[in-house]
């Protein structure tokens, strides 16, 4: 299942992109999960980063799609955007908020399709390197290269990456399956990221910076997962 936002104020415009998308992944055989919003401001005040994928139409009132842009990717510089616009000389200020495409108006079916399949070809590309942290009102997709370390306070999970920590509940021995060989456990409270140890001794590990204690009991069996993380570097 993808999300997918659209942010236009134009109603009918809103509302054709949402069929014509729910219509591609009827073909495709793929969910979307499709949801609108009327103006950019609220869209931005609002904003949860767990959206795959976002429509945003360039002129709008209150907060045209550029300002928006940019606000955006002070909070989610992964996640894909698509401007919709009826100027095309709007495409080099995209570059400078990492836009994913154009869309030009009117709008067509077969446009929607051609940018839906290059777009699609980047996410399943990167779901396999990411993973979705949620709760019962929000989610959101983080590369498991930005992890940093996962960490469990009673039942709560509290993710630290390298665009904030995230919380949402479950246990390491969950995480440890889903996260893979490149994540061990330092103690009982920690999961690390091998790939961001920075350094070592008797009784603590430095990840990115953080100084976190290596149990008695864990050690033993950490070390040998960091040693073997290492002689596999490329």
Not at 224 to 234: D, E, F
Request: aromatic share 10%; charged share 25%.
């Amino acid at each position: 299942m993808y999300r997918i936002a659209i942010v236009d104020d134009d109603n009918d415009s809103r509302d054709f992109i949402r069929r014509m998308l729910i219509r591609y992944g009827a073909e495709k055989n793929t969910e979307f999960v499709v949801d609108g919003y009327e103006n950019a401001v609220d869209f931005i005040e609002k904003y949860k980063a767990g959206y795959d994928l976002i429509f945003m139409d360039i002129m709008m009132p209150y907060m045209d799609g550029m300002t928006a842009a940019a606000k955006l990717r002070e909070m989610d510089k992964n996640v894909l955007l698509v401007f919709i616009t009826n100027m095309a000389q709007y495409a080099a200020q995209g570059y400078d908020v990492d836009a994913f495409g154009f869309l030009i108006k009117p709008v067509t079916y077969e446009s929607i399709a051609l940018k839906m399949a290059k777009a699609m070809e980047r996410l399943e590309s990167e779901t396999s390197g990411s993973v979705v942290i949620g709760s019962k009102t929000t989610f959101r997709k983080v590369r498991i290269s930005d992890i940093k370390y996962v960490e469990i306070r009673g039942h709560t999970l509290v993710w630290h990456t390298t665009g904030g920590n995230f919380t949402n509940t479950g246990t390491l021995k969950q995480v440890q399956k889903q996260l893979g060989t490149n994540f061990a456990l330092c103690n009982q409270c920690y999961l690390v990221n091998l790939a961001r140890c920075d350094r070592l001794d008797k009784t603590e590990v430095v990840v990115s910076g953080e100084t976190l204690q290596i149990s008695r009991y864990k050690k033993a069996e950490f070390l040998r997962q960091l040693n073997r993380y290492l002689n596999n570097m490329p």
